[in-house]
Nanobody, 119 residues
Framework: QVQLEEFGGGSVQYGGSLRLSCKVS????????MSWFRQAPGKEREAVAC????????YYGDSVKGRFTIARDSTTNTLSLQMSSLKTDDTAIYYCAAGSHCYEQYEYWGQGAQVTVSS
């Protein structure tokens, strides 16, 4: 059974940093395109970052480029998202997901972790 579980959400002040982790079981993070998405209240789900399964290339949404870093750890089978210079617009529920290719259909999703940035 495949499970993705996010950890590390919480509240932080504007300009602060936070690190999200996604513990994966039932599949290897090396064998899938692994992504982070987010959804803010009243807004559509937004792709935040992706790391491809083939060559480990990383891709970022324009709104987070230069501030967020996605990484995967094969030894712990974990996906992470290091977030810095956080803005109030980054407030959302963050989801990790696994699929065949970045920004195509995803097969597996976590339950989400709340990130709140206060001014």
């Amino acid at each position: 059974q495949v499970q993705l579980e996010e950890f590390g959400g919480g509240s932080v002040q504007y300009g602060g940093s936070l690190r999200l982790s996604c513990k994966v079981s039932g599949l290897s993070v090396d064998d899938y395109a692994m992504s982070w998405f987010r959804q803010a209240p009243g807004k559509e789900r937004e792709a935040v970052a992706c790391i491809s399964k083939i060559d480990g290339m990383t891709y970022y949404g324009d709104s987070v480029k230069g501030r967020f870093t996605i990484a995967r750890d094969s030894t712990t089978n974990t996906l992470s998202l290091q977030m810095s210079s956080l803005k109030t617009d980054d407030t959302a529920i963050y989801y990790c997901a696994a699929g065949s290719h970045c920004y195509e259909q995803y097969e597996y999703w976590g339950q989400g972790a709340q990130v709140t940035v206060s001014s």
